[in-house]
């Protein structure tokens, strides 16, 4: 299993930035995706998550809604992270993670434990 984060990158605070995540090796559809991010210093938190198969659900950190939406395209086997009015305390490494679905009404999770495949990052800087 392959998760290649791409689309980091250097912007000034307010701008916009969109991550995407190639995914291969794995049935695409049957995972569940998340984001996470790791400050320096910091620990890996949750950004957002989306759920397996058509996306319907789909949850965001606090501080994180009403700026990022995570969206899916499954015939790509792609999952986006679209970044607005990005400041400074975004700046971070994002990474892509993929959680197998447990059942058909399983939930995505908010705790990287959940997830059973990583991609590598990319770094997010946000300049004020």
């Known amino acids: 299993v392959q998760l290649q984060a791409s689309g980091g990158g250097l912007v000034q605070s307010g701008g916009s930035l969109r991550l995407s995540c190639a995914a291969s090796?794995?049935?695409?559809?049957?995972?569940?995706m998340g984001w996470f991010r790791q400050a320096p210093g910091k620990e890996r938190e949750f950004v957002a998550t989306?759920?397996?198969?058509?996306?319907?659900?789909?949850y965001y950190a606090d501080s994180v809604k009403g700026r990022f939406t995570i969206s899916r395209d499954n015939a790509k086997a792609t999952v986006y992270l679209q970044m607005n009015s990005l400041n400074p305390e975004d700046t971070a490494v994002y990474y892509c993670?993929?959680?197998?679905?447990?059942?058909?009404?399983?939930?995505?999770?908010?705790?990287?434990?959940?997830?059973?495949?990583w991609g590598q990052g990319t770094q997010v800087t946000v300049s004020s």
């Open positions: 989306i759920s397996y198969g058509a996306g319907s659900t789909y």
């Open positions: 090796g794995l049935i695409f559809p049957s995972f569940h």
């Open positions: 993670a993929a959680q197998r679905r447990r059942s058909v009404i399983s939930a995505p999770a908010l705790h990287g434990d959940e997830y059973d495949f």
